[in-house]
């Protein structure tokens, strides 16, 4: 009776160790995935993701914070720009775009359309930043996915990065930048760190970006193998 109990309690106690480590090795292959088809290694994944999630919490050094860069302040709000969650996304999709040689009315076109759809599902809370809920806020992903399909159906190498071009900055603009004068007409009397590409905008920034470009490879599988991508 012992040994069953002890054995049932071992079972439990793996069972708990093992959801996680399985929960964090799926991330990891979505996010690996993602990133190999826009054309990086596994490694330069890991680096980039790695990075990001460093950069986007406070890392002050010397009394100066090197994770967001101050902008401007306006009414006690002190506005900067996050490391991880916004600087990093336009870097990365700088050079998505010089790499692949994506026309500038295909990436303008889709940050458009997705910047549109993320002021329309966000909106300001004073206490936390700029949120959605769900199942609105899969919708600038699921949007950028499309939009990508249809601009660029003949070529997933490009498609691939357009998706994530489109969605990370679409994010950024249409939740944080388009939401902004409405954040700063709230009056508060203290001083008040706002950054764009912070707080609850970072998950849906990266969510967005590595969703739709899954999206992307699942609805363009035979593009994809055409293509002689994995």
Do not use: C
């Not at 292959?29 to 990075?51: C, D, H, P, Q």
């Not at 930043?129 to 939009?147: E, M, T």
């Not at 944080?176 to 954040?183: I, P």
């Amino acid at each position: 009776m012992f040994a069953a109990i002890d054995l049932a309690q071992i079972g439990l106690w793996i069972l708990y160790i093992s959801i996680p480590i399985l929960v964090i090795y799926f991330i990891y292959l979505l996010l690996t995935k993602a990133f190999n088809y826009m054309g990086f290694s596994s490694f330069e994944a890991i680096i980039i993701v790695f990075v990001s999630i460093i950069f986007y919490y406070d890392i002050i050094i010397m009394g100066v914070s090197i994770s967001n860069i101050y902008l401007f302040t306006y009414n006690n709000w002190i506005i900067g720009l996050n490391v991880g969650g916004a600087l990093i996304p336009i870097l990365l999709s700088i050079y998505l775009t010089l790499k692949n040689k994506i026309k500038l009315k295909m990436i303008l076109i889709g940050i458009i359309l997705v910047s549109i759809i993320s002021f329309l599902v966000t909106r300001v809370d004073v206490n936390r930043g700029i949120v959605s809920v769900f199942p609105y806020f899969l919708l600038p992903a699921i949007s950028a996915s499309i939009i990508s399909i249809i601009l660029l159906r003949k070529s997933f190498r490009k498609a691939a990065p357009l998706a994530y071009i489109s969605g990370t900055i679409g994010v950024l603009v249409g939740a944080d930048f388009f939401h902004l004068h409405e954040l700063l007409s709230y009056p508060i009397n203290t001083p008040i760190n706002a950054n764009i590409g912070g707080a609850n905008v970072f998950d849906m920034i990266y969510i967005t970006g590595i969703l739709a470009v899954i999206l992307d490879g699942i609805l363009m599988f035979r593009q994809r193998s055409k293509e002689g991508i994995d």
